[in-house]
């Protein structure tokens, strides 16, 4: 058995040179939990991708915080010189279909099946719409966060290419000093940066440890 981890990042590397050699600029539709985590993947990726940011976070609660998180994303895309074009797009907020999902996982820590379970449910959205709609590729913010199981976000996104047939983007934002330009540009740029993912276990189990 091969326990061997995969890089994601050589992977991501390999097809952006792919890209260039080709002279192609596909189109990108990039699920995203927040402006600070966007902003790095935002500078990177818009070199070599059209990109549309997919605002689809169920997750968030209360309301007015994931109001103030999308007002923070199309801030920051309106702020951003890039390479090529970036508009913003929000889903539906649909809180019940969150609790729905973690039903009978809500004692569970932060970081665990509840956590993967969420990250299908958003994902899931992304690659349908990005079917749709004829994107080129899909992916996700969420790598960025080193509280963020990369291994398991590619493995759901590599599940759902082959479910809708629609390229999923290979990667682990965190790499290259991703996470830490990320709060550089969060500075820059005066972003709004919560403590917690953004539900309610997520703000239980991070402030039961203050």
Known sequence: ??????????????????????????????????????????????????????????????????????????????????????????????????????????????????????????LSETAKLAKEQKFDYFTTTLSISPLKNAEKLNEIGLKLEAQYGVNYLQSDFKKKNGYKRSTELSKEYGLYRQDYCGCVFSYRDRHSEE
């Open 1 to 122: 058995m091969n326990n061997q981890k995969v890089n994601y990042q050589k992977k991501l590397d390999r097809l952006i040179e792919q890209l260039q050699r080709e002279e192609k600029v596909p189109k990108l539709l990039l699920h995203s939990c927040c402006a600070p985590c966007s902003s790095y993947v935002l500078e990177y990726l818009s070199n070599y991708f059209e990109i549309t940011v997919f605002y689809y976070n169920p997750n968030i609660s209360p309301e007015n915080e994931y109001k103030k998180r999308i007002e923070e994303q199309r801030y920051l895309v309106n702020q951003m010189n890039v390479s090529h074009p970036v508009t913003v797009l929000a889903g539906t907020y649909d809180s019940e279909k969150f609790y729905e999902m973690a039903k009978g996982m809500e004692h569970l820590k932060e970081g665990g099946e509840r956590c993967f379970r969420c990250y299908e449910l958003r």
